[in-house]
């Protein structure tokens, strides 16, 4: 199965602020690439998401700003690849949000959302947060809210499902977005 699992942290509540990116490329059922940036964004930073993510104003000053990074991968969002994500519904909204934002046309991908998928495949959790999954299924989660540990785990969940349950139980998951 080939993918990429992406995850955004946010400088405030607001979906059109994020402040770093993190994508893991997966071909061939393995993780063979990893791309991590901060992104400055064009909003205020909230004390709540410091606290969650610890990312701060002065982290991203030098940051190139989110239209300076989106030439180097909106290659990733064509109708022919399948981006993951847990929570995708989050994560997917931060970038149409902010590519509104800055007046940039909306892609068109595949989306499969793992916090759907274990819910469905793993009903028996106590709850389907991402370090909650990771431990269950023995995934590391180095720096949970960290996007660059979480994409990581994020594709590493998708690959246990799909060695477990089948690329066709996977693929009755895919929305296109």
Request: proline content about 5%; some cysteine; hydrophobic content about 40%.
């Amino acid at each position: 199965m080939d993918f990429v699992a992406i995850d955004f942290e946010t400088a405030n509540a607001k979906r059109n602020s994020p402040c770093s990116i993190a994508l893991s490329v997966v071909e061939n059922n393995q993780i063979v690439a990893e791309f991590y940036s901060l992104i400055k964004p064009d909003t205020d930073f909230s004390w709540r998401n410091i606290q969650v993510n610890g990312i701060t104003e002065n982290d991203v000053k030098d940051a190139p700003s989110f239209p300076e990074l989106w030439p180097h991968i909106k290659n990733f969002f064509t109708p022919e690849k399948l981006v993951v994500a847990h929570n995708a519904p989050f994560d997917v909204s931060v970038l149409k949000r902010t590519l509104e934002f800055y007046g940039i046309p909306q892609p068109t991908f595949n989306v499969i959302d793992t916090l759907k998928t274990s819910k469905d495949f793993f009903s028996d959790f106590e709850n389907h947060k991402l370090d909650t999954i990771c431990r269950n299924l023995n995934i590391t989660l180095k720096n949970h809210h960290n996007a660059l540990s979480d994409s990581v785990a994020c594709a590493q969940i998708l690959l246990y499902q799909t060695k477990k349950f089948g690329n066709q139980q996977i693929a009755k998951y895919i929305k296109l977005k």
